[in-house]
């Protein structure tokens, strides 16, 4: 694992704003020198974490050594309880749960003949470009926010390059961007898309599925932070595909119960060969609201049009209303009066 100190000196904070933090106790909800995030996609600015925030992140992440679970058959987990430390968790969730855009998304599939109306119970949103391109300077997210360049020679991409995207792609904001370096440094992986879901309750969920989409590569890593009410988080082994039998332990259903500020590392072949969800829940913290924010790393645009058209699409834009204490539709009442 790479040391703290590395950590350190990767997010120097400039000298005048250093000395502004320690002036500051650790839970003070001073706002951030740093400048919002702002890109020609984004809805409305987002907000850099307030100092207080992004102190702790830099100088006391992990909270805790990742735990490596690798004791069933093709399963590789590292979980980190928590990764977030405890005096943060709860400013972090209601920090991005107030400050980001988010969407309920609706699409069609077709099983056959017939198409199915899917609403996807729950709110989500997605940053990021797949390996290919980058974004060029110019814009206030930490990736850069201004065109898409080609990663390799710096060309503007072709305009067409990512027609088959619902929306174009966005970077991922300052914060969120913050999160993934330092992710990165402790999980050895590098990412792309920052994937963001808040389940509003014990009715939103996620459907027992695997990220083992061919644009993520072969044994994909996916860092997946959980902030707010705590949730189960299942996983069970796929059917083998050869007619082989499971052992006994390894046909279980394995029960996480995630509370705010862990963090799980799904590695090697667990994509390949396990499921996971996130089922509806009555009772306990759920009303509470959870938000999972996961990264990855997309290789081809083909990754790049999946995650917008599935955590983003057409609809309409979603703000938490700190009064009524849920998400609203969002309308830009400046601009474009609806
Ligand atoms: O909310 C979670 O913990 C899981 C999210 C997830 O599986 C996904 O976004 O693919």
Request: contains cysteine; charged residues 25%.
């Amino acid at each position: 694992m790479v040391q703290k100190r590395t950590l350190d000196t990767f997010f120097q904070p400039p000298s005048q704003k250093k000395a502004k933090l320690e002036d500051q106790p650790a839970h003070s909800t001073a706002t951030t020198s740093q400048p919002a995030s702002t890109h020609k996609t984004y809805p409305f600015a987002v907000p850099q974490f307030p100092d207080s925030i992004q102190e702790i992140l830099i100088s006391s992440t992990p909270a805790a050594e990742g735990k490596s679970i690798t004791h069933l058959q093709d399963l590789d987990l590292l979980y980190f309880q928590p990764f977030i430390p405890k005096s943060i968790e709860n400013e972090l969730f209601n920090f991005l749960r107030s400050k980001l855009f988010f969407y309920r998304v609706k699409y069609k599939i077709k099983r056959g003949p017939l198409e199915t109306d899917i609403n996807t119970p729950r709110f989500t949103t997605v940053f990021g470009l797949d390996e290919t391109s980058k974004f060029g300077p110019g814009g206030g997210g930490s990736g850069g926010g201004g065109e898409i360049l080609d990663t390799k020679s710096g060309v503007k991409v072709p305009v067409d390059k990512y027609k088959k995207c619902v929306c174009e792609p966005r970077p991922i904001p300052a914060c969120l961007d913050q999160l993934r370096q330092i992710t990165e440094v402790f999980t050895g992986s590098s990412y792309n898309f920052c994937l963001v879901n808040y389940y509003a309750g014990g009715n939103d969920s996620i459907s027992y599925h695997s990220d083992d989409e061919r644009f993520l590569g072969p044994e994909p890593a996916i860092a997946s932070f959980s902030l707010g009410a705590r949730r189960d988080f299942l996983l069970r082994h796929k059917p083998p595909k050869n007619g082989e039998m499971l052992g006994d332990e390894d046909s279980k259903v394995l029960k996480y119960p995630l509370v705010s500020g862990d963090m799980i590392l799904m590695r090697g072949k667990t994509q390949a060969n396990w499921l996971h969800s996130i089922p509806k829940r009555k009772g306990g913290e759920v009303d509470k609201g959870r938000i999972n924010i996961t990264f990855r790393k997309a290789m081809v645009p083909g990754g790049t049009a999946n995650y917008y058209q599935y955590n983003v699409g057409v609809g309409e834009v979603y703000k938490w209303n700190p009064l009524s204490r849920q998400m609203e539709p969002w309308t830009d009442h400046g601009k474009s009066p609806s």
